[in-house]
């Protein structure tokens, strides 16, 4: 479940900004770096997935996949507190590299905790939450927009 619960949040921020990405851009302006806001958290998830799975195996799952959330976190906040379009891509690559290291060592760790016969149940329940994450991540977004702030 703790795996679950931490493979969320990166799975959550692929969908939850892009309603949000309009209210973003008309409050930051820099309509021209619009499209790097996704591109950056997709570039830098995507490198880090295969680097995060060396360190892995180097370094250890567990410490991999807590080193990730911290860095997710981080740069989560540096998102929020952005000021400007440049900053706000950065955040968002820092986020991708911490999103892609969750992602990666979330399987690895039911890899290797879960015996082979019941893994597939636990990979399922990992799958489950991109299918959950693509309806409730657009609709959070504009909830976020609408009642709070993107900032969110």
Do not use: C
């Not at 360190?55 to 250890?60: C, E, K, N, P, R």
């Not at 952005?82 to 986020?95: D, P, S, T």
């Amino acid at each position: 479940m703790t795996i679950v619960l931490g493979m969320l949040p990166a799975a959550l921020d692929q969908t939850i900004v892009s309603t949000a990405l309009p209210t973003i851009v008309a409050d930051l302006g820099g309509a021209g770096h619009m499209a790097w806001v996704v591109t950056a958290y997709l570039l830098a998830e995507t490198v880090s997935m295969v680097l995060v799975g060396k360190f892995g195996d180097l370094f250890g799952r567990k410490i991999v996949f807590q080193i990730s959330a911290v860095v997710f976190v981080a740069g989560s906040v540096f998102a929020g507190v952005a000021n400007g379009m440049g900053m706000l891509v950065i955040a968002r690559a820092i986020q991708g590299i911490g999103g892609g290291g969750l992602m990666v060592t979330a399987m690895a760790l039911i890899a290797d905790v879960i015996p082979l016969r019941e893994r597939g149940k636990y990979q399922g329940a990992l799958g489950a939450v991109f299918g959950v994450t693509t309806v409730v991540g657009p609709t959070l977004g504009g909830l976020f927009t609408d009642h709070a702030s993107w900032r969110w």
